[in-house]
Antibody
Framework: EVQLVESGGGLVQPGGSLRLSCAAS????????MHWVRQVPGKGLMWVSH????????SYADSVRGRFTISRDNAKSTLYLQMNSLGAEDTAVYFC???????????WGQGILVTVSS | SYVLTQPPSVSVAPGKTARISCGGN??????VHWYQQKPGQAPMVVIF???GRPSGIPERFSGSNSGNTATLTISGVEVGDEADYYC???????????FGGGTTLTVL
């Protein structure tokens, strides 16, 4: 069974940093592009970042570029999101997702809440 | 950046057909995916690549895509179909993935 489990969320002060992890199991992690998607509670989905199988290809949404860094450790089957210079606008539930086939997201984690507040 | 536009809400009676639109400039040239999200849950793909249906998704769910509009159609709507629905594309020109704003389906 494919499983994606996020961790590392919580409360952080404005300007602070946080690193999210997404532990994958039940599939060959190194074969799949991976993504981070976020959702402000009560609002819609927003794509954040993607990373290719080897990490050679990475992209970010404009709103996080320069502040967030996506990475992966295929040996540990884990996806990461380093978030720096956090602001209130980054408060959201963050999901990791697996991309499949024609770039649709066929598996999602349960999500982890990040709250940026003083 | 590419923009996808969905109606905020759609209401339908049980047993009827719900149609949720997703508008975008020449969206017919993109591959469109649709996700269902129920409260407190992660999204789940219900249609991929315009009209593909993952295993386990009822045949009541179908998709189409042409011109400037993609449509998710749910036939014989059930109370359990109440959820938020999002359309989604990959904009290869900017290597960006884009979601529509979401549509809340209410089964009256």
């Amino acid at each position: 069974e494919v499983q994606l489990v996020e961790s590392g969320g919580g409360l952080v002060q404005p300007g602070g940093s946080l690193r999210l992890s997404c532990a994958a199991s039940g599939f060959t992690f190194s074969n799949y592009w991976m993504h981070w998607v976020r959702q402000v509670p009560g609002k819609g989905l927003m794509w954040v970042s993607h990373i290719s199988t080897t990490g050679s290809r990475i992209s970010y949404a404009d709103s996080v570029r320069g502040r967030f860094t996506i990475s992966r450790d295929n040996a540990k089957s884990t996806l990461y999101l380093q978030m720096n210079s956090l602001g209130a606008e980054d408060t959201a539930v963050y999901f990791c997702a697996r991309a499949y086939g024609d770039h649709h997201f066929d598996s999602w984690g349960q999500g982890i809440l990040v709250t940026v507040s003083s | 950046s590419y923009v996808l536009t969905q109606p905020p809400s759609v209401s339908v009676a049980p047993g009827k057909t719900a149609r949720i639109s997703c508008g975008g400039n020449n969206i017919g040239t993109y591959s469109v995916h649709w996700y269902q999200q129920k409260p407190g849950q992660a999204p789940m793909v219900v249609i991929f690549s315009d009209n593909g249906r993952p295993s386990g998704i009822p045949e009541r769910f179908s998709g189409s895509n042409s011109g400037n509009t993609a449509t998710l159609t749910i036939s014989g709507v059930e109370v359990g179909d109440e959820a938020d629905y999002y359309c989604h594309v990959w904009d290869s020109s900017g290597d960006q993935w884009v979601f529509g704003g979401g549509t809340t389906l209410t089964v009256l």
